[in-house]
C-alpha cells in the first residue's frame, strides 16, 4: 500500500524567512512520481512540481526548491524567502504501480497549512 | 497549459435531490478522469477513477449508487450524487490527466461546493 506522510500540520513563519515543508513516502513499487500541490484559500489545486523515482536531482525554481532523497523516502519542499502570498496548504502526493493500481492514481498526504504572517 | 473546468462551482440543493457536477477538459483530451473528495481541513479523498467509455472504478466505501459518474467524451466528466443528505456537502474536485506523455500529470479542477440543506 502507498502511503505519504506530511507530519507537520500548520506551520507559520513571519515573511522573509525560509521554511522547508516535510514529505515522507512509501510504496513497494521502484517506479513511482512525486508531486508537490498548493492548495489557496480558493480551493484550486495549483501544481508545483514532478519528481520520478529514478531522477534524484534537486530542483530550483526561483524562490521554490525541492530535495529528493530515496534513502530516506523524503521528497522535502522549501521556500525560500517566504511571501504572503505563498500562505496555503500545500500537499505532497506519490503515484505508482503497486499492489496493481494504475498510474495515476494519487495517493495525497494530510496536507500543511503554511501561514506567512507580514 | 492544461485547462480543467468544473461547474457549477457552487451549489446548495435540498436533501432528498440530485445534483450533477460536470467536469471538462478545455484544451486536451483527458482519457482518464478523477474524482476527489475533501472535507474541510483535510486531504482529498479519491473516490473513483472515470476512463471515456467504460465504467468508472470507484474507490472501497464509496457508494456506486449514490455517486454515478458518466464519462461520456474525452472532455468531459459527471459525478451525480443522488439523494444527497446533509453528510454529502463537501468539496469536489475532479482531475484530468494527459496520460503517458505526461508523465502523468493531473490538472485539477476549480472544485465544487455542495452544500445540503
Not at chain 1, 511571501?83 to 500543511?112: E, I, P
Not at chain 2, 457549477?8 to 482518464?32: H, M, N, Y
Not at chain 2, 478522469?33 to 474507490?59: C, D, H, I, V
Not at chain 2, 494527459?98 to 440543506?117: A, H, I, K, N
Request: charged share 15%; glycine share 6%; with cysteine.
Amino acid at each position: 500500500a502507498q502511503k505519504v506522510t506530511q507530519a507537520q500540520t500548520e506551520i507559520s513563519v513571519v515573511e522573509k524567512e525560509d521554511v522547508t515543508l516535510d514529505c515522507v513516502y512509501e510504496t513497494r513499487d521502484t517506479t513511482y512520481y512525486l508531486f508537490w500541490y498548493k492548495q489557496p484559500p480558493s480551493g484550486e489545486l495549483v501544481f508545483l512540481i514532478r519528481r520520478n523515482s529514478f531522477d534524484e536531482q534537486n530542483e530550483i525554481s526561483g524562490r521554490y526548491s525541492w530535495n529528493f532523497q530515496k534513502s530516506t523516502s523524503s521528497f522535502n519542499f522549501t521556500i525560500t524567502a517566504s511571501q504572503v502570498v505563498d500562505s496555503a496548504v500545500y500537499f505532497c502526493a506519490l503515484t505508482s504501480n503497486a499492489g496493481g493500481t494504475s498510474y495515476g492514481k494519487l495517493t495525497f498526504g494530510q496536507g500543511t497549512i503554511l501561514t506567512v504572517h507580514p | 497549459g492544461a485547462v480543467v473546468s468544473q461547474h457549477p462551482s457552487w451549489v446548495i440543493c435540498k436533501s432528498g435531490t440530485s445534483v450533477k457536477i460536470e467536469c471538462r477538459s478545455l484544451d486536451f483530451q483527458a482519457t482518464t478522469m478523477f474524482w476527489y473528495r475533501q472535507f474541510p481541513k483535510q486531504s482529498l479523498m479519491l473516490m473513483a477513477t472515470s476512463n471515456e467509455g467504460s465504467k468508472a472504478t470507484y474507490e472501497q466505501g464509496v457508494e456506486k449508487d449514490k455517486f454515478l459518474i458518466n464519462h461520456a467524451s474525452l472532455t468531459l466528466s459527471t459525478l451525480t450524487v443522488t439523494s444527497a443528505h446533509p453528510e454529502d456537502s463537501s468539496f469536489y474536485i475532479c482531475s484530468a490527466m494527459l496520460g503517458l506523455r505526461s508523465y502523468y500529470e493531473q490538472y485539477f479542477g476549480p472544485g465544487t461546493r455542495l452544500t445540503v440543506t
